[in-house]
């Protein structure tokens, strides 16, 4: 009898929980579903259609427009997104690595302070950080430069505990030593013998920074005048400001976003196998 009561209890609890996952589902799920009904509407069905119901397909027509207007300042927009975002992250997680690895496997006086230092980095809110960040690049003259933007995001506390609790978990003291008692200096034993049993877990950490670029907005706001420089969020908040007097923005605006989220998209699904092994991995440790 209790066994059958709690295989019962058990599947009321399945049930319950994949009812909720459902639910949160269509919840984070459902903004995305408008967004590509929207983009593939005209401009003259966006207020006179429903907003979850599909009605004449014009995602072509409307792709054209979103990549001519202005002349092509979209493409533009997209391709300094591009390089933010990517070697940002690359850069950002090779930095991580490094600093990860050090404070993992190097024992010296004050490595824990300074670890709850970067700690404490984490805690600090990027917008706190804009004004502070504006006044040192203005004195160096980088404000309105592709610097301006890519420097401070190649910075990542986050990045660096998460690379430390990835060393701890994967690289062994004693293949460091070895790889040290055969003439290998301590760079060569990172990026020969460390850093390839970090890659899986590295990926989490690069697709951390890469979407925190990616999504970026206060800072390039603070530090960008050039239209030139911006990167895709600012740029569509900047046509988006501009809807209240030229309308036939704002089919640009929603096809833009739509556009936007793709490449975000194609990367988690290419690099899923090794961040989930990586955050299985830091789940462990």
């Excluded at 997209?78 to 090779?94: D, M, P, Q, R, S």
Aim: net charge positive; hydrophobic share 55%; with cysteine.
């Amino acid at each position: 009898m209790s066994t059958r009561s709690t295989m019962r209890e058990s599947r009321v609890s399945r049930t319950a929980v994949m009812a909720l996952m459902l639910l949160l589902a269509v919840y984070f799920l459902l903004p995305v579903y408008f967004l590509i009904v929207a983009a593939t509407k005209p401009q003259g069905d966006l207020a006179s259609t429903n907003g979850l119901a599909f009605s004449h397909f014009n995602l072509y027509e409307n792709l054209h427009i979103l990549f001519i207007r202005s002349d092509g300042i979209f493409g533009r927009w997209a391709l300094n997104t591009i390089i933010y975002a990517v070697l940002g992250a690359a850069v950002g997680t090779l930095i991580s690595a490094l600093c990860g690895y050090a404070l993992a496997k190097f024992p010296f006086r004050g490595r824990e302070f300074l670890f709850s230092v970067i700690l404490g980095g984490v805690l600090v809110p990027t917008t706190a950080l804009a004004l502070p960040l504006f006044l040192l690049f203005s004195a160096t003259g980088l404000v309105n430069t592709y610097l301006a933007v890519f420097l401070p995001s190649i910075v990542s506390p986050f990045g660096v505990y998460l690379a430390r609790i990835f060393t701890n978990a994967a690289v062994p003291q004693e293949l460091i030593e070895s790889a040290r008692l055969d003439g290998a200096g301590e760079f060569r034993t990172f990026f020969s013998v460390a850093l390839k049993l970090m890659t899986p877990a590295l990926v989490t950490v690069f697709l951390f920074q890469f979407v925190a670029i990616w999504n970026n907005f206060f800072l390039p706001m603070v530090m960008l005048q050039k239209e030139s420089l911006f990167p895709l969020t600012l740029g569509l908040y900047q046509w988006n400001g501009q809807t209240a007097r030229a309308p036939l923005l704002q089919q640009s605006v929603i096809t833009g976003s739509l556009v936007s989220i793709v490449p975000v998209i194609i990367v988690f699904v290419l690099l899923q196998r090794f961040w989930r092994s990586g955050l299985a991995a830091g789940s462990l440790k």
